[in-house]
């Protein structure tokens, strides 16, 4: 029997704070990418924390969280969060045909097509589901949605059909480290528990690069954010916001923060926008009154006290300048998931990217592949161990390529479960 979780989004809940907590913004953001219904209240004082909770301030934890239940949870993390929702399910079962790390756009596919296919899976997703692709405020260039389609409403929509097909979610833990234990893959689970298949995919994407200045983490959710600010857009009402960034993710984040904030400043490194973003979100940003952009430009230092105020900034040409801004936000890509690779036999480029398949050479394989044939397309330097999507070296970074490859891998997985 498989576990289904409750729907996220299958009721509301209320969510009361203070407008800089970096613990709220954390919560806040868990919750958009899940696709669920929330309301969110700032609080300023004590009149309205009494109004609201019944008690001072400085009587609650915050952010708090009131469950449509009723039941009252203060300062809780997100795990915490989704435990008392009933997301976190325990797996069914002790070994499992195929296991998938990941529920971004690439993993989801595989499951949906794997399970599907009759194929016992389980995929074991550290956070919320969707990955990159959840934080996207509109996806427009996924085919069969001409008017574009939020990133995580997509993602829910693929969740939803995994779980129809019999999938197993197994939602905030992460996959660590593993090995071949008596021909199976088995890998231990950040939960403490271990995960046994026959084959598995490794589909975990990247994470948000900083930008390496000191003074990040004091601004972390206190006006800094990692990523398009899908969830946040609403609360920049009037503000001047700044994005850093020039490829996809930063375009259509700054699009989206333009239908709220009184102005965007688009920081961009490079001469223009048009080498890595696509023609259409250009065109948009160009043409938009309250867009600018200043190509050219990086960000050296973040000003503020306790949230921010502004940025300073050098030229190519060596000038400085400084930009007021209430937020900003930082899409300047992603680096490799995979520090658990270390040690585990698994060959990976100079990035931390996995290798697969043609770009493994005699040497990488030498001493942990153990079959006679040569590796799958999107197979690693481990037998029946698969890496697809933005995880992949060489993969293109598109949900549609992610969830191609996504599907492809579970043809390779048929292959080789059949030849084990
Ligand atoms: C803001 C934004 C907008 C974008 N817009 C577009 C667009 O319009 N069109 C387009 O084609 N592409 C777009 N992209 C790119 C696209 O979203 C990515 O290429 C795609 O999401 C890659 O999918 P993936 O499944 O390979 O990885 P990801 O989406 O990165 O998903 C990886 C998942 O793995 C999880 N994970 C990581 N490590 C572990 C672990 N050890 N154990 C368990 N789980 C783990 C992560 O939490 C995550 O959920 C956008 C990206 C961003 C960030």
């Not at 088995?186 to 990247?206: E, F, H, Q, Y």
Request: a negative charge.
């Amino acid at each position: 029997m498989s576990i289904v979780p409750p729907a996220p989004g299958a009721g509301i809940l209320r969510m009361y704070g203070r407008g800089m907590d970096p613990a709220a913004y954390v919560l806040r953001d868990f919750l958009s990418r899940t696709v669920a219904q929330y309301l969110w209240t700032e609080l300023v004082d004590d009149d309205g924390s009494i109004r609201a909770l019944g008690r001072p301030l400085s009587a609650l934890r915050f952010p708090v969280v009131i469950l449509p239940d009723g039941d009252l949870l203060e300062a809780p993390d997100p795990t915490t969060l989704a435990r008392r929702l009933g997301w976190v399910a325990e797996a069914s079962a002790r070994v499992y045909d195929l296991s998938i790390y990941g529920a971004g756009p690439a993993g989801l596919s595989a499951a949906v097509y794997a399970a599907s296919e009759g194929v016992r899976v389980a995929v074991i997703e550290r956070d919320a589901v969707g990955g990159q692709a959840g934080s996207s405020s509109l996806i427009e260039n996924y085919l069969g949605f001409p008017q574009g389609i939020p990133g995580a409403e997509l993602a829910e929509r693929a969740r939803q059909q995994a779980v129809k097909f019999g999938a197993e979610l197994l939602l905030m833990r992460e996959g660590g480290d593993g090995g071949v234990v008596d021909g199976h893959l088995r890998v231990a689970l950040s939960d403490g528990s271990l995960m046994t298949s026959r084959a598995n995919i490794c589909a975990t994407g990247v994470r948000w690069r900083r930008l390496g200045l000191d003074e990040e983490e004091q601004f972390f959710g206190a006006g800094l954010y990692y990523g398009a600010g899908a969830g946040e857009a609403p609360q920049c009402a009037g503000e001047h916001v700044v994005v850093v960034g020039g490829a996809n993710s930063a375009g259509q984040a700054a699009m989206n923060l333009a239908r709220y904030a009184a102005s965007v400043t688009v920081l961009v490194r490079s001469p223009s926008l048009s080498k890595n973003m696509s023609a259409y979100l250009v065109d948009r940003l160009t043409y938009h009154p309250a867009v600018t952009i200043l190509p050219n430009t990086q960000v050296t230092r973040l000003l503020g006290d306790e949230r921010i105020t502004g940025v300073e900034t050098r030229t190519d040409a060596g000038d400085d300048n400084s930009l007021f801004a209430t937020r900003v936000f930082i899409c300047i890509g992603g680096d490799a998931n995979t520090e658990w690779a270390a040690g585990t036999g698994l060959a990976r480029d100079n990035h931390g990217l996995l290798l697969t398949g043609p770009d493994l050479t005699d040497q990488m394989l030498d001493g942990v592949w153990t079959r006679e044939r040569r590796p799958f397309s999107l197979e690693t330097s481990i037998p029946g161990f698969f890496a697809v999507g933005d995880v992949r070296h060489g993969s293109i970074k598109r949900v549609a390529s992610a969830v191609g490859e996504g599907a492809l891998a579970v043809s390779y997985v048929h292959r080789f479960l059949a030849g084990e």
